[in-house]
C-alpha cells in the first residue's frame, strides 16, 4: 500500500522535497546575510564608539575650551584682558555683554589687570568662572604703563 502511495505521488514528494530543500537554503542565506548585516553594524558602532571617545579626550584636553557655540582658546592664542575689546571678551566661557562690559570698566578704572587674578575683583567672576578662565586669558602690558 505504501508503495502505491509512493508511486502515484512520487512527483508530488519530489517537488515538495525540492520546495523543502530551497526553503532551508534561502533560510541559511537569509541567516547568513543578517549576520553579515550585524557584523557590519557592530563594527559601524565600534567605530563610532572610537569616535566618540576622540572626541571627549580632546574635549578633556581642552582645560576651559568651551562647547555649544562659545569659542575655544588655546595656548598661544589667548586673550589680553588688558586690550581686548568687548565683542572678544565675550567670547570666554562664562562672559557675556555685562561681564564684559565690567571687565573694561575695571580696567579702564584701575590702569589695567596687573595679574589675571586680578578678574576675581569684577563682580561674578569668581574662582568656578575663574578656573575655566585662567588658561584662556594673558595679560598684556596695563594702561599705566
Given at each position: 500500500m505504501l508503495d502505491q502511495?509512493?508511486?502515484?505521488?512520487?512527483?508530488y514528494i519530489g517537488v515538495g522535497l525540492i520546495v523543502i530543500i530551497l526553503g532551508g537554503i534561502g533560510i541559511i542565506y537569509?541567516?547568513?546575510l543578517?549576520?553579515?548585516?550585524q557584523g557590519k553594524d557592530q563594527d559601524r558602532v565600534t567605530?563610532?564608539?572610537k569616535q566618540n571617545d576622540e572626541l571627549r579626550n580632546q574635549l578633556s584636553k581642552l582645560s576651559a575650551g568651551q562647547v555649544a557655540g562659545e569659542s575655544v582658546e588655546q595656548e598661544g592664542n589667548k586673550i589680553d584682558?588688558?586690550?581686548a575689546d568687548a565683542a572678544r571678551l565675550d567670547t570666554l566661557p562664562g562672559i557675556g555683554p555685562a561681564r564684559a562690559?565690567?571687565?573694561i570698566a575695571y580696567r579702564e578704572s584701575h590702569g589695567g589687570f596687573n595679574s589675571i587674578?586680578?578678574?576675581k575683583n569684577i563682580k561674578g567672576i569668581g574662582d568656578k568662572t575663574?578656573?575655566?578662565l585662567k588658561d584662556l586669558v594673558t595679560i598684556g602690558e596695563s594702561l599705566e604703563n
Open positions: 502511495f509512493v508511486e502515484k505521488y512520487r512527483w537569509q541567516d547568513k543578517s549576520r553579515e548585516r567605530e563610532l564608539t584682558i588688558n586690550s562690559a565690567d571687565i587674578e586680578d578678574l575663574f578656573e575655566n
